[in-house]
């Protein structure tokens, strides 16, 4: 059975620490993660999407309440992430409009590897 999104990234976070801002998390992406083989083969990458799903899921055990993407605001990936990459992050979250505004920063390897602003709202899958 081939794990979805979700599962394999919720298989890479490692760390979540809540901070007066809103927290600091861990991802960590091992080689034999089934998105690798199509993403891309003789070069894997970590997609842009875990990143934002690695946020997510932090937010939530956070809150502790079950969100829902509803906006990205703005995503910047600005270093590649291979298998066995380490990804620290800290997201800033602010309650807005019903939802959560939510911006975090991404490194790999004491550089900068992603800005994101993102939009969840409270929901069941």
Known sequence: MELTLREQVAASLKAVEPTPQGLQGLLVFAADLPVFAGHFPGAP???????????????????????????VVDARFTAPIGPEGR??????????????????HCEHMETSAAKLRLCFRAGAR
């Open 87 to 104: 990804v620290a992050f800290d997201a800033s979250i602010t309650e807005e409009d019903g939802g959560w505004s939510v911006r975090a």
């Open 45 to 71: 990458l970590v997609p842009g999407v875990f990143l934002i799903e690695g946020v997510r899921l932090a937010v939530e055990r956070v809150l502790g309440v079950e969100l829902l993407l509803d906006v």
